[in-house]
């Protein structure tokens, strides 16, 4: 059941730094690691204003070696895990120049191309070899649904890894 929000209140202004402030002050759930079960990769994209399978959004993404620390970044969405979404991350570094070196260091990236998640228009790859989990609450943005066709290239790889 939707919420309604309250009046607003004269002479009060709702400004993206301070809905920006308010994301990155709350206390997301202790990460509780990286998904590392059998994975079955669903493409499931709804415009409704909530986070799917197969939609690329911004949240947090702890780092590999230290999960205390991370960055925000763009992630494919590719299936859940109870409460957690589980999700490969995005960049627009290409990493078919060294695809040898990144195989060696247990990475593995899926061209996806470009789309609506980069205003820059950058080919972008996800890295198929590393399932995070996703506090559905801490996604900060929605950028756009990956065409299926892609997905299931992405689905394939993670397949063939998993």
């Not at 957690?84 to 996806?112: G, I, N, P, Y």
């Given at each position: ?65 230290d999960h205390s620390v991370g960055k925000d970044r763009p992630v494919l969405l590719v299936g859940s895990d109870g409460d957690w979404l589980l999700a490969v991350m995005l960049t627009s570094k290409d990493h078919d120049h060294d695809a040898r070196r990144q195989h060696q260091a247990v990475r593995e990236w899926v061209d996806v191309g ?49």
């Amino acid at each position: 059941m939707p919420t309604s929000l309250p009046p607003r209140r004269p002479g009060r202004l709702r400004s993206a730094t301070s809905s920006l402030l308010r994301w990155l002050t709350r206390r997301p759930a202790p990460y509780p690691g990286d998904f590392t079960g059998r994975l079955v990769p669903a493409y499931d994209p709804h415009a409704d204003g909530r986070p799917d399978p197969g939609e690329i959004v911004w949240t947090w993404v702890p780092f590999e070696e230290d999960h205390s620390v991370g960055k925000d970044r763009p992630v494919l969405l590719v299936g859940s895990d109870g409460d957690w979404l589980l999700a490969v991350m995005l960049t627009s570094k290409d990493h078919d120049h060294d695809a040898r070196r990144q195989h060696q260091a247990v990475r593995e990236w899926v061209d996806v191309g470009s789309g609506g998640w980069d205003r820059s228009g950058r080919p972008s790859e996800v890295r198929v070899n590393r399932i995070i989990r996703v506090d559905p609450d801490a996604i900060r943005r929605e950028g756009a649904v990956l065409a299926r066709e892609r997905f299931e290239e992405v689905a394939t790889a993670i397949r063939q890894l998993h």
